[in-house]
């Protein structure tokens, strides 16, 4: 069974860096492309990035391009997504995933999900 464990979230200010780390255990981590999640107050979970399995290939929502960058280390199990100049609009429960595949998964073919980690972004 995988286990998807995240860490680093926290409350911060605004304009402030976070930087999240979810590790993988159980499976073979190359099989997966990987991908964050993000579910803020009163609303649905969606997708915030993306990774393939090599780490060649990236996908970020709109609202996050250009702040935000996921990155993988196969040979440590874990991806990470830097969180750049932080907005109160930022805060939610991030979730990472894991999906089976060589490409960027789609948001309903995740099988794998972590517990989530809390960021608060403060006006």
């Known amino acids: 069974q995988v286990q998807l464990v995240e860490s680093g979230g926290g409350l911060v200010q605004a304009g402030s860096s976070l930087r999240l780390s979810c590790t993988a255990s159980?499976?073979?981590?190359?099989?997966?492309?990987m991908g964050w999640f993000r579910r803020a107050p009163g609303k649905e979970r969606d997708v915030v990035a993306a990774i393939n399995w090599t780490g060649g290939t990236t996908y970020y929502a709109d609202s996050v391009k250009g702040r935000f960058t996921i990155s993988r280390d196969n040979a440590q199990n874990t991806v990470y997504l830097q969180m750049n100049s932080l907005k109160p609009e930022d805060t939610a429960v991030y979730y990472c995933?894991?999906?089976?595949?060589?490409?960027?998964?789609?948001?309903?073919?995740?099988?794998?999900w972590g517990q989530g980690t809390q960021v608060t972004v403060s006006s």
């Open positions: 995933a894991a999906g089976y595949g060589p490409r960027i998964i789609r948001p309903n073919e995740y099988a794998y």
């Open positions: 159980g499976g073979t981590f190359i099989n997966f492309g």
